[in-house]
């Protein structure tokens, strides 16, 4: 048992590392991982990797139902495992079977669809704490505008990056960090922090200083 766990949300573009960065952490946090790859079986890529878990194990996910999470973050916790990466939520968002398929265009379809499965994945993943760590990487979308410079020329500006689910799911994560291009993690008060020694950190490449930092707030000492 691990005594007292988390839940953890990687927003980032693709191609920003966020699969191999909750691999990272995974070896420092756990003993036994599994990845829910809804990346076309892209979570293999990683077994060489010296910083990633030895082994992990892999369920690739090609049906995007919010009951097929839920039912894969229960059967994980009943296997024993200690680490569960959903790689990625977004799907259940967007993708076909996922939320917005099924409500469709009929707005009521929130009310007795949409809703009701959103607070069930969300409750589901915080159910676990007490037997597994969760981490959740969401997709994200560069956001920007087209504005008129002072010389009257037409410039692009970035307004940064837009979570691919629903707005405010990143509320109901205990840590929630965003990973850009470069490969740096922030943590920039977006969302929720309960890890006080991350509060306006980043880090470059993230692996083993984050996970050690997050060690040590799960014990008490950070």
Not at 54 to 70: F, Q, R
Request: with cysteine.
């Amino acid at each position: 048992s691990i005594g007292i766990g988390y839940n953890c949300m990687a927003g980032g573009v693709s191609g920003s590392g966020k699969s191999l960065t909750a691999l990272k952490l995974a070896k420092v946090l756990a003993t036994k991982t599994l990845v829910i790859d809804t990346e076309n079986d892209s979570a293999k890529l990683f077994v060489n990797n010296p910083d990633v878990p030895k082994p992990y194990y892999i369920y690739n996910l090609t049906k995007y139902k919010v009951a097929n999470y839920i039912a894969l973050l229960k059967d994980a916790a009943d296997k024993g495992f200690d680490m569960c990466i959903i790689d990625s939520l977004t799907p259940s968002w967007n993708k076909k079977d996922g939320v917005l398929d099924q409500v469709g265009g009929n707005v009521r379809n929130w009310k007795d669809i949409g809703n009701p499965q959103l607070d069930a994945l969300v409750e589901a993943i915080q159910s676990y704490r007490d037997r597994m760590h969760v981490i959740a990487t969401l997709r994200a979308k560069p956001e920007v505008a087209i504005e008129k410079s002072d010389s009257g020329s037409m410039v692009v500006r970035s307004l940064g990056v837009q979570i691919q689910h629903r707005e405010g799911l990143v509320y109901e994560f205990d840590i929630v960090g965003h990973i850009d291009q470069q490969h740096v993690m922030r943590f920039d008060g977006i969302g929720k922090q309960r890890c006080e020694a991350l509060d306006g950190k980043e880090f470059i490449q993230p692996g083993a200083d984050l996970g050690v930092i997050l060690k040590e707030w799960l014990h008490g000492n950070a």
